[in-house]
């Protein structure tokens, strides 16, 4: 959904780098699968094989342990989020390869991959899952209620963020006020304002309003009112930027962490509301907003390409300072779970442009490849940072901020133990100096104490001395 949004309203942007052709084929072979995966119009395919056999197995993806079961949603057995999330995937790509364009004006123009077979195909199965998700017999619920096997690893909070995203979505492939009307619906049925918190894989609510702002600026005669959406979407951004109120807050480094969500993987919600940010600094209702909006998305985008503490420029293979040890099975190279980090001791594959999860709430980064929650690489890690990219295409003639790394930055202030994060605790006590800054601080120490007994000493010696002279005195 995400990938396909951005390349729809900031397209232009992968024309120009040459990357139309990639995108097309990425896109395809994700979204043919989910085809597959919706084999009638109220069944779904959720989940492939056990989360406990699969995350303990390392290595190729043709030796994976059978038996995989496979998990539905039904009529019976319905999940209104995943529903509704795939139905807003397929309506947000027919959008794409249906060359629907937004407002000319204040958007660019699509990706030029234009199919309107696939675009109408795509589009009849999310209208299929859309009115599947609201009107299941088996009612509205979270998937997970349906196939217990998903709710440890991808377990959904709740479904009216996704239903809003999907009647959007929809109303923006069809031009329908009413779906327009039910996004609003159920924004305000489901107070889906008091949870606009994060935007990642589980939660929508943050671009909701940057989506009903794009809508109603593009076309007004499918409702909504511009103003109540954009101020909307400005006290979010507002308390992030202007730092009150704010649903996350700065680590010392300057990355927006959203405790919880951000713990096991930093960047991805700060990348996402970069880009959010830089979508709506077009409808942003002053200049004054529109340049906070700008700097505070390039900070976070900077960041991640290496203005960081740690010089990493967290994608893998763009510099020399980058991550060399993603926890990917099929890069590494490897093929024993007990010892991922050390067979092979170099990765043997390089993932070229992959986004990892990023650094600790301490701006810390150690590249340990069993680390998951720093250094896993993933579909929606990457999402954000293609729409960043093809924005920065279209509008900024700057080179990318690890450009001026030079190599070796990194090994210069890498910490040394573990990081802070759900496989290393032992690192959430704080910092670790280096050896030389160890010997430091006991020199520094012993030197202050040695004064200070030496001072109290001489304090003391002078008042034995006066109270011998006030005796002799008498």
């Known amino acids: 959904m995400s990938i396909c949004w951005g390349a729809t309203d900031f397209g232009k942007g992968y024309d120009v780098a040459n990357q139309t052709a990639y995108l097309d084929d990425m896109l395809r072979w994700g979204l043919n699968w989910l085809l597959k995966a919706h084999t009638n119009e109220s069944t779904l395919y959720v989940l492939v094989a056990s989360k406990d056999v699969d995350n303990s197995y390392w290595g190729g993806d043709r030796s994976i342990p059978s038996p995989r079961p496979v998990y539905q949603i039904n009529d019976t057995f319905p999940g209104t989020d995943v529903a509704a999330q795939t139905a807003a995937a397929f309506a947000a790509c027919s959008n794409l390869y249906g060359n629907r364009a937004l407002d000319s004006s204040t958007f660019s123009t699509p ?215 993603p926890h990917s099975a099929m890069a590494s190279g490897g093929d024993d779970v007990e010892t991922i980090d050390t067979d092979p001791v170099n990765t043997t594959y390089t993932l070229y442009g992959a986004v990892i999860g990023g650094p600790d709430k301490l701006d810390r980064f150690f590249d340990i490849r069993s680390d998951w929650p720093q250094t896993e690489v993933a579909l929606d890690y990457n999402a954000p940072m293609l729409t960043l990219a093809a924005m920065h295409a279209l509008a900024d003639r700057a080179d990318p901020y690890y450009t001026y790394l030079q190599a070796g930055e990194y090994e210069k202030v890498k910490p040394d133990g573990f990081p802070c994060d759900a496989v290393f605790t032992s690192g959430c006590r704080g910092p670790h100096m280096s050896k030389g800054a160890k010997i430091a601080m006991a020199v520094s120490i012993t030197i202050v104490c040695l004064i200070v007994f030496g001072l109290a000493g001489y304090y003391i010696y002078l008042l034995v001395r006066n109270a011998k002279e006030g005796a002799g005195s008498v």
Do not use: C
């Open 111 to 325: 990706a030029s991959l234009q199919d309107n077979t696939y675009s109408d195909t795509l589009l009849t199965h999310a209208q299929q899952l859309y009115s599947f998700a609201v009107n299941a017999t088996g009612g509205r619920k979270v998937y997970q209620k349906s196939v217990p096997q998903v709710a440890e690893a991808y377990g959904s909070s709740d479904y009216g963020d996704e239903l809003a995203i999907a009647a959007l979505f929809l109303s923006w492939a069809t031009g329908d006020a009413a779906l327009f009307t039910e996004a609003e619906g159920y924004y305000e049925k489901y107070k889906l304002a008091d949870s606009n918190r994060v935007f990642n894989w589980d939660s929508k609510v943050p671009g909701l309003a940057v989506l009903f702002a794009q809508l109603a600026k593009s076309n007004p005669s499918v409702g909504g009112n511009l103003t109540t959406w954009q101020a909307n979407a400005e006290q979010y951004f507002d308390s992030i930027v202007d730092r009150k109120k704010s649903p996350g807050y700065m680590t010392g480094g300057g990355l927006l962490f959203f405790e919880g969500d951000s713990d096991s993987a930093s960047l991805n919600p700060a990348l996402n509301v970069a880009m959010l940010m830089r979508r709506f600094s077009t409808l942003a209702t002053s200049d004054e907003k529109r340049t906070k909006y700008l700097d505070f998305a390039q900070s976070q985008l900077d960041y991640a390409l290496g203005r960081n503490p740690m010089s990493v420029p967290y994608v893998v293979g763009a510099n020399p300072n980058s991550p060399k040890n």
